[in-house]
Structures are given as structure tokens and as C-alpha cells.
């Protein structure tokens, strides 16, 4: 992590875990990913809550492989949407079947944090294991955790091959070793979308 603007770590008092008693099933059912925020930045002791909920994930062998960059500055925010918007019109655009995303991709003010003041971005370091799974499962707990806590969370997978970018990865202080795996914003939401649609589970097999 960068030394300059790492919040500190998280010694303070256990995080309030019944901060508004949100039933498990309640928060599976109505997390959302959000795309609309307000400007408000979030404070440390919320990101160290939603950190710790994070790092109380399931791992493989326990090896707890993950890490966290927090992108709270706005200019690099900023650069960071905008490298991501050129990643995709350069590599992914050509080939999709629909122009539709383009106008998305090919406009300066399109954001892709939605106009989130607050980016974490869930690493995984070495580990003797496959570690990406682990960091999604971070993942999950952190967005559950947001939304018992009334905030609102999007998942950024756009940001991904920016953020593993070498300028990107000096700027967050990830080792050469590390790899940014799963990205999500956090905020206080400016839209309360539906649910989309679910397919039916398709069970394969049951025997
Ligand atoms: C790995 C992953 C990457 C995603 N990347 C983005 C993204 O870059 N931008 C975005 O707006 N939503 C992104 N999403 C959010 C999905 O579009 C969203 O979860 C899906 O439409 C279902 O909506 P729900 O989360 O409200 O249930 C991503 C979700 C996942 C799991």
C-alpha cells in the first residue's frame, strides 16, 4: 500500500457489528449494485469496518492471501476511470457484437465509479493457494457489510487491468508480487435500483 495515504491499521475497538441489524437474508436480497453516489468521501473507521468484515472471509487453508489499496483521491480516480474507458475502446470494444457500450466508453464524462468518492480495491499476495477466490469472497463480505451499514457498493471489474498497470501499481504501492483482483466502490447511494431479473438456478444434477 501507498505510506502517504494509508489509513491506519485497524487496532481501535471491535467494529460495531449490530451497527443496524440487518438479517443476513435481508442484505443476500437487497444489496445492490449501485451506480449512482453522492460526492460524500467515506471516513476511516468505516473503511476499517468494511475491511475487517472483509478479512473475516472464508480462505483456502486459512492463508488469508489478501490485501487492500483504499483510492480515495479524486484526480487519480479520475485517471484511473479514464485509462480503464481507453483499456476497454482499445481491447474490448472491437470485438464485442454491440456498439452499445461505446458511447459509455468514448465519453469524458462517463465515470466508471458511478461518482463513488471511495475505491477499495481487494489484492491478493502470494499464497501457495489459488488466491483469487478468496479475494471475492472478501469481496462479498465487504458488500454485504457495506449494505447492513446503509451504504451502497458496485463491483468494478472495469478497473481491473488499469489497476494492474505498473504506473497504477507503483501509485498503490502493490509489490511486484501482488495482483489487484476484485475492485469495488462504496458510498452513500443516490439511487435505490430494482432487483434485475434472476434466471432460475439451473441445477444440474442432483443425485
Ligand atoms: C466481477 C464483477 C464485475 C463487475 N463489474 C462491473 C463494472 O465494471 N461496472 C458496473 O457498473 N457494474 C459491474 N458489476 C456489477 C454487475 O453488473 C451487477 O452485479 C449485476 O448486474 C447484478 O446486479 P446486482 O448486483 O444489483 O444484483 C460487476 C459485477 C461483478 C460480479
Known amino acids: 500500500m501507498s505510506s502517504t495515504k494509508r489509513p491506519p491499521a485497524i487496532l481501535g475497538p471491535k467494529p460495531n457489528r449490530k451497527a443496524c441489524g440487518v438479517d443476513v437474508m435481508d442484505a443476500i436480497y437487497g444489496r445492490r449494485a449501485v451506480r449512482a453516489y453522492d460526492d460524500w468521501k467515506l471516513d476511516v473507521r ?39 474507458k481507453a483499456l476497454w475502446r482499445e481491447r474490448v470494444l472491437p470485438g464485442t457484437p454491440t456498439d452499445e457500450p461505446r458511447a459509455w466508453f468514448e465519453s469524458p464524462a462517463h465515470d466508471v465509479f458511478h461518482g463513488a468518492s471511495t475505491l477499495i480495491v481487494i489484492c491478493a499476495r502470494p499464497s501457495a493457494w489459488p488466491a483469487n477466490e478468496d479475494c ?23 478497473v481491473r487491468a488499469a489497476l494492474n498497470e505498473p504506473e497504477f501499481r507503483r501509485e498503490l ?21 430494482e432487483p434485475p431479473p434472476r434466471r432460475p438456478a439451473c441445477i444440474l444434477s442432483w443425485r
Open 46 to 84: 468505516t473503511i476499517e469496518q468494511l475491511i475487517d468484515a472483509a478479512i473475516h472471509a472464508p480462505s483456502a487453508r486459512n492463508e488469508q492471501p489478501w490485501s487492500f489499496a483504499v483510492v480515495q483521491d479524486k484526480a487519480l480516480l479520475r485517471r484511473l476511470s479514464e485509462r480503464s
Open 136 to 158: 471475492c469472497l472478501a469481496a462479498q463480505n465487504l458488500m454485504l457489510a457495506a449494505h447492513g451499514l446503509g451504504l451502497a457498493t458496485c463491483p468494478i471489474g472495469l
Open 173 to 193: 504501492g502493490l509489490p511486484d508480487d501482488h495482483a489487484a483482483v476484485f475492485a469495488v466502490v462504496v458510498g452513500y447511494p443516490r439511487e435505490a435500483p
